[in-house]
C-alpha cells in the first residue's frame, strides 16, 4: 500500500497532462471524423484516439530524444501545415463517391499524421511524470482515451452547429505549425534563443493565416469549378 500511493498519483498525473495536452489531438479527430456518416463517427473516433495514445506511447518511450534533432521540426511542421489544409479541402472529395470504409480508414489515417507530429513536444511532459515506468506510462495514457472521444465527440457537435469553427479548427492547426517550425534547433541555433523566441508569435500567427488563406483560395477554386 506503502507504493500504490505514489504510483496511483503518478498515473493520475498523466492523464491530467494527457487532458491538458490532448485538446488539438480532439481538435483533430473531430475535424476529420465530421464528414463520416452518423454511424461511423463514433467508430473513427475511438480508432483516431487509440491511435493517437498509442503513438503518444511510442513517441514517449522511444523517439523523444529525436526532439533536438536539427530540421525534424521544421518537416513537422510543414506536414502539420499540410494536415490541416486538406481538413478544410479534403471533405469534398471525400463526397465524391469514395466508400464509407475508404473514408473511415482516410479519417484515422489524418488523425495518426498529425497526431504524429504533435505529439512531439507533448511526449516530454509525459515521460517527465512517467520516468523509467513504463507499466504507468501505459496506463495513464490507456485511461485517457475515453477522455480525448468526450472531447471529440463535443467538438463534432460544435462544429454542426456552427461551420465556421471547422475554419478555427483548421487555423489551430496552422498556429501550431507555425510554433513548432520556428522552435526547430536548426532555426533557434542560427537566429538565436532571443530572436526565436521573439519570432515565436509572429510565425504562429503566420502558420494560421496562411492555413485559413490557402484553404479559402482551394474551397473557392473548386466551388467554380464545380459552378
Known amino acids: 500500500m506503502e507504493t ?10 498523466i492523464i491530467w497532462i494527457n487532458i491538458i495536452l490532448s485538446g488539438d489531438n480532439a481538435v483533430v479527430i473531430a475535424l476529420a471524423c465530421r464528414g463520416l456518416p452518423p454511424h461511423q463517427q463514433r467508430t473513427g473516433m475511438v480508432l483516431g484516439a487509440g491511435v493517437a495514445v498509442v503513438l ?32 478544410l479541402t479534403g471533405e469534398e472529395e471525400a ?41 504507468m506510462l501505459v496506463l495513464g495514457l490507456a485511461i485517457s482515451i475515453p477522455l480525448i472521444v468526450a472531447g471529440a465527440s463535443l467538438i463534432i457537435k460544435l462544429l ?4 465556421l469553427l471547422v475554419w478555427a479548427g483548421a487555423a489551430l492547426l496552422g498556429w501550431i505549425a507555425g510554433e513548432m517550425l520556428i522552435s526547430d534547433p536548426a532555426l533557434v541555433s542560427r537566429l538565436g534563443e532571443d530572436l526565436a523566441h521573439r519570432l515565436d508569435l509572429p ?23 464545380r459552378a
Open 56 to 87: 503518444r506511447i511510442v513517441f514517449t518511450v522511444l523517439v523523444a530524444t529525436l526532439l533536438t534533432t536539427p530540421f525534424l521540426k521544421i518537416l513537422g511542421g510543414l506536414l502539420l501545415l499540410w494536415v490541416a489544409v486538406k481538413l
Open 4 to 13: 500504490l500511493g505514489p504510483q496511483l498519483i503518478k498515473v493520475l498525473e
Open 160 to 163: 454542426e452547429r456552427m461551420p
Open 95 to 135: 463526397e465524391a463517391g469514395i466508400r464509407e470504409s475508404e473514408r473511415l480508414w482516410h479519417a484515422v489515417k489524418t488523425v495518426a499524421i498529425a497526431d504524429a507530429v504533435m505529439s512531439l513536444d507533448n511526449v516530454l511532459a509525459i515521460a517527465a511524470v512517467a520516468k523509467d515506468s513504463t507499466v
Open 203 to 225: 510565425a504562429a500567427l503566420i502558420g494560421a493565416v496562411f492555413v485559413v488563406g490557402l484553404g479559402f483560395a482551394l474551397t473557392r477554386r473548386a466551388a467554380v469549378s
